[in-house]
């Protein structure tokens, strides 16, 4: 018996449907049953796709109007107490509460925190190690759990309804608890593994009464490093589960079992669904582990990329097991469709040829269909899908647009010393203070000021055809110009030329670069309404021309000040993008890294003295287990350097990196060996910097000095008692001054007032004594 199913689904829609439907009722214009309608349309097209993919069962569950761990908080009832609910609001009130906080009068539907006066929303992470990002779970002692089943029974009976066959998928509870954090330092989330028991086991049953015919526990953790005490509670939380009449299917993906392979067999479920494609190595002893009466769902279609699969490896992975197992064999993508679009092989941006490569959501389940068909009737059953497949592979292997010799050779040939500076640190500080004469606490931004909606419909309008090239650049180049008068009335010391004419810090890289495609419909959500489009990065990489050098150095001509030119750095650009699965990771970052070091060579040559290269990327790149961290660093700060290291002692690098926890990467970060780094510290009040502190971190650095993130105006009061903090921990003349982040969400008139503040808070820092 061979059965195929999805772990789960995109739920956004081809036309960002729900994201649309999301927005309007947020602004008021439609009612909750208008918004529920929707979510309701799209369940039900994307459960037909399922049917008609030939899936046993559709999976219910998976949707979300807004986060599926945010859905399981509602459905346990553990709303964290500071929003102060009283039962008077509706359930979805609650839900997009907990999402987006409660702003205060003055922050125009911006969430900025209690400390601004409203009720901050949970804060978001990045679900494992995908750009997708979740709500974070808040725990304390005083947490109770209520189980809320409504909207949960009310979508399988929708499914039932229209007469499918219902897998439930819901996260498993020692993931729930592990994705969530305490607030106080005295409880441990495992106290609260049997209270949260309960109310699983209550609705287990009450969907196997709803006619749910399995259900999926995701516990995605058990690919992670886990505490002992995490090892020991899984099998007390799947013995008190195991009382429930519904077979349980326990799903793991992302990232190998390892030493909690044997415990994962073992448990007392029905079956186990592991990923095939993060951990093929791993197939072989798990069929010899797992009990012949166990499923053993094989997550063999990479649920993460975007590229067709390659049927023939996956079909020699699957027969011992189909030959060999008397229990049942399940297929299916590695882990939930989530995280790739809908549908490429349609897609109207995207030329023939290398659409026929790509396999979004809907040509995966395609996929599993013709794997069950090849094990149960043989290949000759699926002869012609089989030959379509191959040919698609054999033509991107051998592509010209995929493999460019001249790159390979660069690659080669790249000198041992390519990621060394000429010279050490102090002489390069010193021949850039000779040139650029920089006061002490220089002050600077990170690069993109406020994208306004001017900038926005000039865009659109240049996009749609409307606005010919050449008054598209001029309306740039005026931008950039004001950018220019504004940071020079404010007495920056560094500017930047603002980033207009950028969409995106990784699309605008892209699309200059050989070996990059742009769909038009490639949407992944992000977090809640908000959507990526990730480029295609299908070849080796290229660059045909400079990509940046006419905007910097028209920015440079209207200023004696020195202008930063901006790059993004090659592992954020990998980081960001589909990235071919036909070479490691790490000659792509390579490749990239090489067309940025060209780059900043043409940057330096056209006399701009300052080039940031941003990483906001890097550490998230990390892998989820902590024995491979070493190799990833090598690689990512390895390509760094190959982009950064190709210019001059008196040329100043800077990097940027936000939003992540540094401190256990901190030796890497300082062999990235950029002059100067940026980075975000604002909102753990400098806590941060104490790392680089200790570390005793060898470059300059400027830590971010307030949250762009929030409209709210930072004093100069504000700004020296945190650069004072700074100074605490870091000598003073390694300081720069600087916002945490680019500004390109904000609007002028409190960039204006907050830049203005941190110019005077530098003055002030100035003074002697
Ligand atoms: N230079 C970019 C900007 O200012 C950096 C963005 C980022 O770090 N995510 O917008
Ligand atoms: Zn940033």
Redesign the pocket.
């Known amino acids: 018996m061979i059965k195929i199913h999805t772990l789960g689904y995109p739920r956004i829609g081809l036309q960002r449907e729900l994201k649309f439907a999301l927005e309007r009722h947020w602004r008021g214009e439609t009612d909750e049953g208008a918004l529920e309608a929707v979510g309701a349309e799209l369940r039900a097209r994307h459960w037909a796709e399922q049917r008609d993919a030939g899936l046993d069962f559709v999976t219910v569950g998976d949707f979300a109007l807004y986060d599926h761990v945010a859905n399981h908080i509602g459905l346990f009832g553990c709303e964290p107490a500071r929003f102060g609910f009283d039962g008077s609001e509706t359930a979805l009130a609650r839900y997009f509460t907990l999402a987006r906080g409660v702003a205060h009068e003055h922050a125009q539907g911006l969430c900025c925190g209690a400390a601004a006066g409203g009720t901050a929303a949970l804060e978001m992470t990045k679900w494992f190690d995908t750009n997708y990002h979740y709500l974070v779970p808040e725990f304390d002692a005083a947490t109770r759990f209520n189980l809320a089943p409504g909207r949960l029974l009310a979508e399988v009976a929708q499914a039932r309804a229209l007469g499918h066959r219902v897998k439930v998928a819901l996260i498993g509870p020692l993931s729930f608890l592990w994705l969530g954090k305490t607030r106080e330092a005295d409880i441990d989330k495992l106290d609260l593994l049997d209270d949260l028991l309960a109310p699983y086991c209550a609705l287990l049953a009450q969907l196997n009464d709803a006619g749910a015919e399995w259900v999926q526990l995701d516990e995605p953790i058990l690919g992670l490093d886990l505490p002992g005490a995490w090892i020991l509670a899984f099998e007390r939380a799947y013995r008190t589960l195991a009382t429930a009449q519904l077979p349980l299917l326990l799903s793991t993906y992302f990232s190998p079992l390892e030493e909690n392979l044997s415990m994962a067999c073992k448990l007392p479920v029905a079956g186990l669904h592991v990923d095939a494609v993060r951990a093929p190595h791993e197939l072989q002893s798990i069929a010899d582990w797992l009990p012949e009466t166990k499923v053993l769902s094989v997550g063999i279609v990479d649920g993460r990329n975007i590229w067709r699969a390659d049927l023939d490896t996956a079909l020699a992975r699957l027969l011992p097991l189909a030959m060999r197992r008397r229990g049942e064999l399940w297929l299916a993508p590695s882990c939930s469709l989530l995280h790739v679009p809908l549908n490429l092989r349609e897609d109207p941006a995207i030329d023939p040829e290398l659409r026929a490569w790509l396999a979004g959501a809907r040509e995966k389940l395609g996929e599993l269909q013709v794997l069950r068909r090849a094990l149960i009737e043989g290949e000759g059953s699926v002869y012609l899908e089989l030959r379509e497949a191959r040919a698609a592979l054999e033509a991107r292997r051998t592509s010209e647009r995929v493999r460019r010799p001249a790159v390979a050779a660069r690659v080669a040939a790249l000198a041992v010393g390519a990621d060394r500076r000429a010279s050490p640190y102090s002489v390069r500080q010193a021949a850039q203070q000779e040139r650029f004469h920089l006061p002490p606490y220089p002050t600077t ?4 000021f406020p994208q306004t909606a001017a900038i926005r419909a000039a865009r659109a309008a240049f996009k749609r055809g409307e606005l010919a090239r050449p008054d598209y650049e001029a309306a740039m180049r005026c931008e950039i110009e004001g950018a220019v008068r504004e940071q020079e009335a404010l007495g920056l010391d560094v500017l ?1 030329h603002g ?1 207009a004419e ?1 969409n995106d ?1 990784v699309e605008y890289f892209g699309e200059q670069l050989d070996g990059f495609a742009f769909s038009a419909n490639g949407w992944v959500q992000s977090y809640g309404s908000r959507c990526v489009k990730p480029p295609v990065l299908f070849g080796d990489v290229a660059r045909p021309a400079p990509m940046t050098v006419a905007w910097s150095t028209h920015a440079q001509s209207l200023t004696a000040r020195p202008m930063k030119g ?1 790059l ?1 750095g090659p592992v ?1 650009i990998l980081q960001w993008s589909f990235v071919r699965d036909d070479q490691p990771r790490s000659l792509t970052a390579l490749q990239i890294a090489l067309a940025i070091r060209d780059e900043a060579a043409d940057l330096e040559a056209a006399g701009i003295g300052i080039i ?1 290269i ?1 990483e ?1 990327a890097l550490r998230e790149g990390l892998p989820l287990r902590r024995a491979a961290w070493a190799g990833y660093l090598d690689w990512a700060t390895h390509a760094f350097r190959v982009a950064a290291c190709g210019v001059g002692d008196a040329t100043q690098v800077h990097t ?3 939003y992540a926890e540094f401190n256990d990467i901190l030796p890497q970060i300082a062999a990235l060996d950029a002059d100067v780094i940026t980075i975000e510290t604002s909102r753990s009040d400098m806590e941060l910097l104490r790392g680089f502190g200790t570390f005793a971190y060898p470059n300059a650095i400027g830590p971010g000095v307030y949250d762009i993130h929030s409209p709210r105006v930072p004093s100069a009061g504000d700004i020296l008692r945190l650069m004072r903090k700074a100074a605490d921990v870091i000598p003073a003349g390694q300081l720069w001054v600087n916002p945490d ?4 969400t904000r609007a002028w008139p409190e960039t204006r007032a907050a830049l203005a503040n941190m110019v005077e808070a530098a003055r002030l820092l100035r003074q002697p004594g």
Not at 445 to 448: A, D, K, R, Y
Not at 741 to 744: A, I, M, N, T
């Open positions: 931004t990170i690069g993109s930047v980033e950028r810090m901006m993004t954020t940031q941003d906001p940027h990196m936000c982040c680019g500004l390109k």
